[in-house]
Protein backbone atom coordinates (compact mmCIF):
# COMPACT_ATOMS: atom_id res chain seq x y z
CA UNK A 1 0.00 0.00 0.00
CA UNK A 2 2.79 2.24 1.03
CA UNK A 3 4.37 4.07 -2.07
CA UNK A 4 7.04 6.59 -1.60
CA UNK A 5 7.35 7.15 -5.30
CA UNK A 6 4.27 9.19 -5.38
CA UNK A 7 6.82 11.84 -2.83
CA UNK A 8 9.27 12.16 -6.26
CA UNK A 9 7.35 15.12 -7.57
CA UNK A 10 7.36 17.02 -4.54
CA UNK A 11 11.34 16.57 -4.37
CA UNK A 12 11.80 20.53 -4.24
CA UNK A 13 8.76 21.51 -1.64
CA UNK A 14 10.61 18.77 0.72
CA UNK A 15 14.19 20.34 -0.16
CA UNK A 16 12.96 23.77 0.49
CA UNK A 17 11.42 23.00 3.03
CA UNK A 18 14.75 21.58 4.54
CA UNK A 19 16.53 24.63 4.01
CA UNK A 20 14.40 27.33 5.86
CA UNK A 21 14.16 24.69 8.92
CA UNK A 22 18.19 24.90 8.93
CA UNK A 23 18.66 28.60 8.27
CA UNK A 24 15.85 29.21 10.61
CA UNK A 25 17.90 26.91 13.30
CA UNK A 26 21.41 28.42 12.92
CA UNK A 27 19.71 32.04 12.86
CA UNK A 28 18.08 31.71 16.05
CA UNK A 29 20.51 29.34 17.90
CA UNK A 30 22.96 31.97 17.33
CA UNK A 31 20.97 34.90 18.30
CA UNK A 32 18.75 32.95 21.13
CA UNK A 33 22.38 31.78 22.90
CA UNK A 34 23.56 35.70 22.45
CA UNK A 35 20.12 36.37 24.75
CA UNK A 36 20.63 33.75 27.09
CA UNK A 37 24.20 34.73 27.98
CA UNK A 38 23.45 38.27 28.26
CA UNK A 39 20.19 37.73 30.22
CA UNK A 40 22.11 34.99 32.61
CA UNK A 41 24.99 37.67 32.79
CA UNK A 42 22.47 40.20 34.13
CA UNK A 43 20.22 37.69 36.35
CA UNK A 44 23.85 36.47 37.77
CA UNK A 45 25.63 40.00 38.06
CA UNK A 46 23.30 42.96 37.12
CA UNK A 47 21.67 45.27 39.36
CA UNK A 48 18.48 44.22 41.06
CA UNK A 49 15.93 46.08 39.26
CA UNK A 50 17.37 44.20 35.85
CA UNK A 51 17.58 41.05 37.40
CA UNK A 52 13.93 41.36 37.98
CA UNK A 53 13.27 42.43 34.53
CA UNK A 54 15.23 39.27 33.31
CA UNK A 55 13.28 37.19 35.61
CA UNK A 56 10.29 38.47 34.63
CA UNK A 57 10.92 37.61 31.12
CA UNK A 58 12.24 33.97 31.47
CA UNK A 59 9.39 33.27 33.85
CA UNK A 60 6.53 34.77 31.07
CA UNK A 61 8.36 32.97 28.41
CA UNK A 62 9.08 29.31 30.09
CA UNK A 63 5.18 29.53 31.31
CA UNK A 64 3.40 30.12 27.68
CA UNK A 65 2.93 27.75 25.33
CA UNK A 66 5.19 28.77 22.29
CA UNK A 67 2.21 28.77 19.66
CA UNK A 68 0.73 31.15 21.69
CA UNK A 69 4.12 33.45 21.89
CA UNK A 70 4.20 33.22 17.79
CA UNK A 71 0.34 33.67 16.93
CA UNK A 72 0.98 36.80 19.46
CA UNK A 73 3.65 38.25 17.49
CA UNK A 74 1.78 37.25 14.34
CA UNK A 75 -1.68 37.82 15.12
CA UNK A 76 -1.57 39.78 17.79
CA UNK A 77 1.08 42.77 17.16
CA UNK A 78 -0.22 44.37 13.85
CA UNK A 79 -3.44 45.31 15.89
CA UNK A 80 -1.07 47.95 18.01
CA UNK A 81 0.90 48.96 14.33
CA UNK A 82 3.52 45.76 14.04
CA UNK A 83 3.07 43.88 11.01
CA UNK A 84 5.86 41.50 10.81
CA UNK A 85 6.42 39.26 8.14
CA UNK A 86 6.03 35.22 8.52
CA UNK A 87 10.05 35.24 8.63
CA UNK A 88 10.26 37.88 10.90
CA UNK A 89 7.56 36.59 13.47
CA UNK A 90 9.41 33.14 12.99
CA UNK A 91 12.80 34.58 14.00
CA UNK A 92 11.52 36.74 17.02
CA UNK A 93 9.52 34.10 18.46
CA UNK A 94 12.45 31.57 18.09
CA UNK A 95 14.88 34.00 20.01
CA UNK A 96 12.86 35.38 22.24
CA UNK A 97 11.84 31.59 23.43
CA UNK A 98 15.30 30.03 23.16
CA UNK A 99 16.83 33.14 24.95
CA UNK A 100 14.68 32.48 27.88
CA UNK A 101 15.35 28.71 28.37
CA UNK A 102 19.19 28.75 27.81
CA UNK A 103 19.35 31.94 30.11
CA UNK A 104 18.19 29.84 32.62
CA UNK A 105 20.59 27.21 31.88
CA UNK A 106 23.56 29.39 31.20
CA UNK A 107 22.62 31.10 34.82
CA UNK A 108 23.23 27.57 36.36
CA UNK A 109 26.52 27.46 34.90
CA UNK A 110 27.33 30.77 36.08
CA UNK A 111 26.50 30.27 39.38
CA UNK A 112 28.60 26.96 39.54
CA UNK A 113 31.54 29.04 39.19
CA UNK A 114 33.37 29.51 43.03
CA UNK A 115 33.89 32.66 44.01
CA UNK A 116 37.70 31.55 44.83
CA UNK A 117 38.25 31.98 40.43
CA UNK A 118 37.25 35.35 40.68
CA UNK A 119 39.54 35.86 43.17
CA UNK A 120 42.35 34.28 41.32
CA UNK A 121 41.90 36.38 38.30
CA UNK A 122 41.81 39.51 39.89
CA UNK A 123 45.19 38.09 41.93
CA UNK A 124 46.09 37.87 38.31
CA UNK A 125 45.76 41.23 37.44
CA UNK A 126 43.14 40.39 35.15
CA UNK A 127 39.95 42.87 34.53
CA UNK A 128 36.46 42.40 34.32
CA UNK A 129 35.92 41.31 30.78
CA UNK A 130 39.32 39.54 30.70
CA UNK A 131 37.46 37.45 33.60
CA UNK A 132 34.38 36.70 32.24
CA UNK A 133 35.72 35.48 29.49
CA UNK A 134 38.16 33.52 30.12
CA UNK A 135 38.09 32.93 33.64
CA UNK A 136 34.14 32.39 34.02
CA UNK A 137 32.37 31.53 30.57
CA UNK A 138 34.59 28.64 29.41
CA UNK A 139 34.16 26.31 31.92
CA UNK A 140 30.36 27.50 32.76
CA UNK A 141 29.86 26.68 29.68
CA UNK A 142 31.34 23.29 29.30
CA UNK A 143 28.99 22.34 32.79
CA UNK A 144 25.89 23.50 30.88
CA UNK A 145 27.22 22.19 27.20
CA UNK A 146 25.01 19.19 27.30
CA UNK A 147 21.17 20.67 28.57
CA UNK A 148 22.28 23.75 25.91
CA UNK A 149 22.79 20.90 23.34
CA UNK A 150 19.72 19.57 24.05
CA UNK A 151 17.54 23.26 24.31
CA UNK A 152 18.50 24.04 21.12
CA UNK A 153 17.76 21.00 19.09
CA UNK A 154 14.26 21.03 20.90
CA UNK A 155 13.97 24.49 19.15
CA UNK A 156 14.26 23.50 16.04
CA UNK A 157 12.16 20.70 16.61
CA UNK A 158 9.29 23.13 17.97
CA UNK A 159 9.77 25.09 14.84
CA UNK A 160 7.35 22.88 12.90
CA UNK A 161 4.83 25.18 14.49
CA UNK A 162 5.72 27.65 12.33
CA UNK A 163 4.25 26.24 9.50
CA UNK A 164 1.27 27.14 10.74
CA UNK A 165 1.49 30.70 10.56
CA UNK A 166 2.65 30.15 6.66
CA UNK A 167 6.36 29.54 6.94
CA UNK A 168 7.29 27.08 4.57
CA UNK A 169 9.30 24.98 6.56
CA UNK A 170 10.00 21.42 7.01
CA UNK A 171 6.33 20.68 8.11
CA UNK A 172 4.96 22.87 5.75
CA UNK A 173 6.13 20.68 3.06
CA UNK A 174 5.30 17.15 4.72
CA UNK A 175 1.61 19.02 4.77
CA UNK A 176 1.35 20.47 1.98
CA UNK A 177 2.30 17.42 -0.03
CA UNK A 178 0.06 15.57 2.28
CA UNK A 179 -3.29 17.60 1.30
CA UNK A 180 -2.05 17.14 -2.25
CA UNK A 181 -1.15 13.71 -3.14
CA UNK A 182 -2.67 12.09 0.39
CA UNK A 183 0.35 10.08 1.16
CA UNK A 184 0.07 11.07 4.89
CA UNK A 185 1.94 8.22 5.99
CA UNK A 186 4.88 8.66 3.29
CA UNK A 187 4.76 11.78 3.81
CA UNK A 188 5.32 12.21 7.41
CA UNK A 189 7.55 9.07 7.64
CA UNK A 190 10.01 11.19 5.06
CA UNK A 191 9.57 14.02 7.76
CA UNK A 192 10.23 12.63 10.45
CA UNK A 193 13.55 10.87 9.42
CA UNK A 194 14.77 14.45 8.09
CA UNK A 195 14.35 16.07 11.74
CA UNK A 196 16.34 12.81 13.22
CA UNK A 197 18.72 13.44 10.58
CA UNK A 198 18.58 17.45 11.49
CA UNK A 199 18.84 16.75 15.16
CA UNK A 200 21.53 13.97 15.11
CA UNK A 201 23.64 16.44 12.86
CA UNK A 202 23.41 19.56 15.19
CA UNK A 203 24.53 17.10 18.10
CA UNK A 204 26.99 16.45 16.30
CA UNK A 205 28.12 19.82 15.19
CA UNK A 206 28.10 20.59 18.93
CA UNK A 207 30.11 18.44 20.21
CA UNK A 208 32.55 19.93 17.03
CA UNK A 209 32.37 23.25 18.34
CA UNK A 210 32.45 22.06 22.18
CA UNK A 211 35.69 19.66 21.17
CA UNK A 212 37.38 22.88 19.66
CA UNK A 213 36.42 25.83 22.73
CA UNK A 214 36.57 23.62 25.67
CA UNK A 215 40.07 22.47 24.30
CA UNK A 216 42.08 23.63 27.18
CA UNK A 217 41.19 20.94 29.36
CA UNK A 218 42.91 18.68 27.07
CA UNK A 219 46.47 17.51 28.49
CA UNK A 220 49.10 18.50 25.37
CA UNK B 1 -59.65 -19.14 -15.24
CA UNK B 2 -61.10 -17.37 -12.16
CA UNK B 3 -58.03 -16.42 -10.93
CA UNK B 4 -56.76 -15.03 -14.09
CA UNK B 5 -59.41 -12.71 -14.34
CA UNK B 6 -58.81 -11.88 -10.27
CA UNK B 7 -55.51 -10.94 -11.46
CA UNK B 8 -56.20 -9.09 -14.68
CA UNK B 9 -58.74 -7.07 -13.05
CA UNK B 10 -56.39 -6.32 -9.89
CA UNK B 11 -53.20 -5.61 -13.14
CA UNK B 12 -56.26 -2.99 -14.55
CA UNK B 13 -56.22 -0.97 -11.33
CA UNK B 14 -52.68 -1.10 -10.12
CA UNK B 15 -52.51 0.45 -13.74
CA UNK B 16 -55.38 2.88 -13.49
CA UNK B 17 -53.84 4.01 -10.03
CA UNK B 18 -50.68 4.72 -11.42
CA UNK B 19 -51.92 6.29 -14.38
CA UNK B 20 -54.15 8.37 -12.27
CA UNK B 21 -51.11 9.18 -9.97
CA UNK B 22 -49.21 10.13 -13.29
CA UNK B 23 -51.82 12.98 -14.68
CA UNK B 24 -52.04 14.08 -10.92
CA UNK B 25 -48.11 14.93 -11.10
CA UNK B 26 -48.27 15.45 -15.29
CA UNK B 27 -48.55 19.37 -14.33
CA UNK B 28 -47.20 20.62 -11.22
CA UNK B 29 -47.76 24.17 -12.12
CA UNK B 30 -51.83 23.60 -12.33
CA UNK B 31 -51.40 21.03 -9.14
CA UNK B 32 -50.14 24.01 -7.44
CA UNK B 33 -52.76 26.66 -8.52
CA UNK B 34 -55.95 24.33 -7.98
CA UNK B 35 -54.24 23.69 -4.63
CA UNK B 36 -53.51 27.50 -4.20
CA UNK B 37 -50.52 26.40 -1.83
CA UNK B 38 -46.45 25.63 -3.32
CA UNK B 39 -44.47 23.53 -0.97
CA UNK B 40 -40.97 24.23 -1.17
CA UNK B 41 -37.91 22.66 0.46
CA UNK B 42 -35.35 24.72 2.15
CA UNK B 43 -32.74 24.25 4.27
CA UNK B 44 -32.45 25.02 7.52
CA UNK B 45 -29.34 24.12 8.95
CA UNK B 46 -27.29 26.00 6.30
CA UNK B 47 -27.10 30.38 7.06
CA UNK B 48 -27.42 32.38 5.60
CA UNK B 49 -29.46 30.23 2.65
CA UNK B 50 -31.30 28.89 5.45
CA UNK B 51 -31.76 28.64 9.32
CA UNK B 52 -33.84 29.33 11.93
CA UNK B 53 -34.07 32.65 13.28
CA UNK B 54 -34.38 34.34 16.76
CA UNK B 55 -38.54 34.15 16.27
CA UNK B 56 -38.11 30.71 15.18
CA UNK B 57 -39.41 30.94 12.08
CA UNK B 58 -36.55 29.89 8.85
CA UNK B 59 -34.87 32.95 6.95
CA UNK B 60 -32.47 32.99 4.47
CA UNK B 61 -32.00 33.64 1.28
CA UNK B 62 -33.53 30.35 0.03
CA UNK B 63 -36.36 31.37 2.04
CA UNK B 64 -36.80 34.94 0.87
CA UNK B 65 -36.65 33.30 -2.55
CA UNK B 66 -39.46 30.83 -1.71
CA UNK B 67 -41.46 33.96 -0.25
CA UNK B 68 -40.73 35.57 -3.85
CA UNK B 69 -42.07 32.76 -5.76
CA UNK B 70 -44.99 32.14 -3.55
CA UNK B 71 -45.93 35.48 -3.95
CA UNK B 72 -45.08 36.10 -7.61
CA UNK B 73 -47.73 32.82 -8.33
CA UNK B 74 -50.35 34.24 -6.19
CA UNK B 75 -50.43 31.24 -4.12
CA UNK B 76 -49.95 30.72 -0.47
CA UNK B 77 -45.98 29.03 0.32
CA UNK B 78 -46.00 25.88 2.93
CA UNK B 79 -42.04 26.16 3.94
CA UNK B 80 -40.59 22.30 3.80
CA UNK B 81 -37.24 21.93 6.47
CA UNK B 82 -35.04 19.51 4.18
CA UNK B 83 -30.96 18.28 4.54
CA UNK B 84 -28.98 18.69 2.29
CA UNK B 85 -28.80 14.60 1.95
CA UNK B 86 -32.86 14.31 1.65
CA UNK B 87 -33.36 17.68 -0.67
CA UNK B 88 -33.51 15.60 -4.03
CA UNK B 89 -35.65 12.87 -3.01
CA UNK B 90 -37.98 15.09 -1.35
CA UNK B 91 -38.18 16.49 -4.89
CA UNK B 92 -38.43 12.98 -6.91
CA UNK B 93 -41.10 11.49 -4.34
CA UNK B 94 -43.54 14.86 -5.19
CA UNK B 95 -43.39 15.86 -1.72
CA UNK B 96 -42.33 18.80 -2.41
CA UNK B 97 -42.45 20.96 -5.57
CA UNK B 98 -39.43 22.93 -5.80
CA UNK B 99 -36.23 22.76 -3.72
CA UNK B 100 -34.58 26.24 -3.24
CA UNK B 101 -32.18 24.76 -1.35
CA UNK B 102 -28.74 26.38 -1.96
CA UNK B 103 -28.52 23.42 -5.04
CA UNK B 104 -25.55 23.31 -7.00
CA UNK B 105 -25.68 21.99 -10.88
CA UNK B 106 -23.65 19.08 -11.36
CA UNK B 107 -24.04 16.17 -14.14
CA UNK B 108 -25.10 13.88 -12.06
CA UNK B 109 -27.67 16.02 -10.57
CA UNK B 110 -28.98 16.85 -13.73
CA UNK B 111 -29.99 13.44 -14.70
CA UNK B 112 -32.55 13.05 -11.75
CA UNK B 113 -34.13 16.60 -11.97
CA UNK B 114 -34.48 20.00 -13.45
CA UNK B 115 -32.83 23.18 -12.81
CA UNK B 116 -34.13 26.68 -13.28
CA UNK B 117 -31.68 29.66 -14.08
CA UNK B 118 -29.41 30.33 -11.05
CA UNK B 119 -31.03 32.67 -7.87
CA UNK B 120 -27.86 33.23 -5.77
CA UNK B 121 -24.27 33.88 -6.26
CA UNK B 122 -21.97 30.71 -4.83
CA UNK B 123 -18.34 30.88 -6.00
CA UNK B 124 -14.90 30.67 -5.03
CA UNK B 125 -13.03 34.01 -5.72
CA UNK B 126 -10.27 36.07 -4.73
CA UNK B 127 -11.20 38.77 -2.43
CA UNK B 128 -9.39 41.65 -0.84
CA UNK B 129 -9.05 45.09 0.56
CA UNK B 130 -10.70 48.22 -1.79
CA UNK B 131 -7.28 49.51 -2.23
CA UNK B 132 -5.90 46.66 -4.01
CA UNK B 133 -6.19 46.57 -7.61
CA UNK B 134 -6.19 43.17 -8.86
CA UNK B 135 -8.88 41.94 -11.89
CA UNK B 136 -8.13 38.60 -12.99
CA UNK B 137 -5.12 35.95 -12.27
CA UNK B 138 -2.39 37.49 -13.59
CA UNK B 139 -2.72 41.01 -12.26
CA UNK B 140 -2.09 39.06 -8.63
CA UNK B 141 1.75 38.10 -10.22
CA UNK B 142 4.24 39.42 -7.34
CA UNK B 143 1.12 39.75 -4.72
CA UNK B 144 0.72 37.76 -1.68
CA UNK B 145 -2.64 35.59 -1.45
CA UNK B 146 -3.70 34.15 1.32
CA UNK B 147 -5.64 30.46 1.60
CA UNK B 148 -6.14 27.47 3.15
CA UNK B 149 -4.26 24.77 2.44
CA UNK B 150 -5.64 21.57 0.76
CA UNK B 151 -8.98 23.86 -0.15
CA UNK B 152 -9.95 23.58 -3.33
CA UNK B 153 -9.15 27.55 -3.82
CA UNK B 154 -5.89 26.15 -2.82
CA UNK B 155 -5.72 23.75 -5.77
CA UNK B 156 -7.03 26.63 -8.01
CA UNK B 157 -4.42 29.13 -7.19
CA UNK B 158 -1.77 26.61 -7.83
CA UNK B 159 -2.83 25.41 -11.14
CA UNK B 160 -3.57 29.08 -12.73
CA UNK B 161 -1.89 31.51 -11.06
CA UNK B 162 1.32 32.87 -12.05
CA UNK B 163 4.38 31.28 -10.02
CA UNK B 164 5.37 34.77 -8.86
CA UNK B 165 2.53 34.90 -6.68
CA UNK B 166 3.58 34.49 -2.93
CA UNK B 167 0.78 32.10 -1.62
CA UNK B 168 0.77 32.10 2.20
CA UNK B 169 -1.49 28.86 3.53
CA UNK B 170 -2.93 28.64 6.15
CA UNK B 171 -4.11 25.50 8.62
CA UNK B 172 -7.60 26.43 8.45
CA UNK B 173 -10.43 28.37 7.25
CA UNK B 174 -10.50 30.83 10.70
CA UNK B 175 -6.74 31.40 10.19
CA UNK B 176 -6.72 32.57 7.20
CA UNK B 177 -9.82 34.51 8.15
CA UNK B 178 -7.71 35.92 11.31
CA UNK B 179 -4.63 36.51 8.38
CA UNK B 180 -6.59 38.77 6.24
CA UNK B 181 -8.10 40.46 9.67
CA UNK B 182 -5.10 41.74 11.02
CA UNK B 183 -3.85 42.66 8.17
CA UNK B 184 -1.23 39.75 7.30
CA UNK B 185 -2.43 39.39 3.67
CA UNK B 186 -4.28 41.82 1.80
CA UNK B 187 -5.79 39.29 -0.67
CA UNK B 188 -7.41 35.87 0.39
CA UNK B 189 -8.50 33.12 -1.71
CA UNK B 190 -12.01 31.53 -0.73
CA UNK B 191 -15.35 31.28 -1.04
CA UNK B 192 -18.15 34.28 -1.12
CA UNK B 193 -19.77 33.30 1.69
CA UNK B 194 -16.65 33.48 4.27
CA UNK B 195 -16.32 36.86 2.87
CA UNK B 196 -19.38 37.48 3.95
CA UNK B 197 -18.36 36.27 7.48
CA UNK B 198 -15.80 38.49 7.35
CA UNK B 199 -17.97 41.69 6.19
CA UNK B 200 -20.23 40.82 9.37
CA UNK B 201 -17.37 40.25 12.14
CA UNK B 202 -15.25 43.60 10.95
CA UNK B 203 -16.78 45.71 8.75
CA UNK B 204 -14.51 47.87 8.02
CA UNK B 205 -12.43 45.45 6.58
CA UNK B 206 -15.23 43.68 4.70
CA UNK B 207 -13.11 42.70 1.17
CA UNK B 208 -14.89 43.30 -2.17
CA UNK B 209 -14.99 39.98 -4.55
CA UNK B 210 -11.70 40.75 -7.03
CA UNK B 211 -12.32 38.12 -9.17
CA UNK B 212 -13.84 34.06 -9.79
CA UNK B 213 -11.90 30.77 -9.31
CA UNK B 214 -14.64 28.93 -9.73
CA UNK B 215 -17.83 29.53 -10.12
CA UNK B 216 -21.27 27.24 -8.92
CA UNK B 217 -24.10 29.27 -8.46
CA UNK B 218 -27.66 28.10 -6.98
CA UNK B 219 -30.11 26.77 -9.21
CA UNK B 220 -33.95 25.93 -7.93
CA UNK B 221 -34.50 22.41 -8.47
CA UNK B 222 -37.70 20.34 -9.55
CA UNK B 223 -38.84 17.57 -10.37
CA UNK B 224 -38.24 16.59 -14.44
CA UNK B 225 -39.83 17.39 -17.48
CA UNK B 226 -41.87 19.79 -16.02
CA UNK B 227 -41.68 22.60 -18.72
CA UNK B 228 -44.39 24.87 -17.42
CA UNK B 229 -43.26 24.93 -14.00
CA UNK B 230 -39.84 25.51 -15.16
CA UNK B 231 -40.47 28.41 -17.59
CA UNK B 232 -42.90 30.11 -15.09
CA UNK B 233 -39.72 29.83 -12.45
CA UNK B 234 -37.64 31.41 -14.69
CA UNK B 235 -39.41 34.20 -15.92
CA UNK B 236 -40.10 34.77 -11.91
CA UNK B 237 -36.22 34.51 -11.27
CA UNK B 238 -35.67 37.06 -14.20
CA UNK B 239 -38.40 39.08 -13.06
CA UNK B 240 -36.26 39.45 -9.73
CA UNK B 241 -33.05 39.90 -11.46
CA UNK B 242 -34.47 42.64 -13.79
CA UNK B 243 -36.06 44.40 -10.63
CA UNK B 244 -33.07 44.04 -8.01
CA UNK B 245 -34.51 41.52 -6.02
CA UNK B 246 -31.90 39.22 -6.18
CA UNK B 247 -29.28 41.91 -5.76
CA UNK B 248 -31.45 42.73 -2.55
CA UNK B 249 -31.48 39.49 -1.63
CA UNK B 250 -27.54 39.19 -1.74
CA UNK B 251 -27.11 42.54 -0.28
CA UNK B 252 -29.18 41.24 2.97
CA UNK B 253 -27.93 38.04 3.39
CA UNK B 254 -24.16 38.11 1.48
CA UNK B 255 -23.34 41.87 2.18
CA UNK B 256 -22.08 41.75 -1.09
CA UNK B 257 -23.65 42.85 -4.81
CA UNK B 258 -24.68 40.14 -7.11
CA UNK B 259 -20.78 39.50 -9.18
CA UNK B 260 -21.16 41.16 -12.25
CA UNK B 261 -22.23 39.00 -14.74
CA UNK B 262 -24.45 37.50 -12.60
CA UNK B 263 -27.39 35.45 -14.59
CA UNK B 264 -26.43 36.34 -18.34
Not at chain 1, 105 to 133: D, Y
Request: hydrophobic share 45%.
Amino acid sequence: MLNFSDLLPYTDVFLGGLLTTIELTVLTTFLGVMVGTLCASIRQYGSKASRRVVAAYVELIRNTPFIVQLFFIFFGLPSIGFLLTPWQASIIALTINLGAYSTEIIRAGLSNIPKGQWEAAKVLGMNFRQTLMRVVFTPAFEKIYPALTSQCIIVMLGSAVLSQISVQDLTYAANLVQSRNFRAFESYVITALMYLGLAMLMRYAFSLIGKRVFAYREVR
Amino acid sequence: MKALKKLLGKTLIATACVAAAMTATADVLSDIKSRDEIRIAVPQDFPPFGSVGADLKPQGIDVDMAHYIADQMGVDLKIVPVTSANRIPYLQTSKVDLVISSLGKNPERQKAIDFSTPYAPFFLGVFGEKSVSVGELQDLSGKTVGVTRGSVEDLELEKNAPTSVNIQRFEDNNTTLTAYLTGQVNLIATGNLVATEIAKRKPARAPEAKFMLKDSPCYIGMAKGEAALQSEVNAIIAKALAEGKLNDISMKWLKAPLPAGFGV
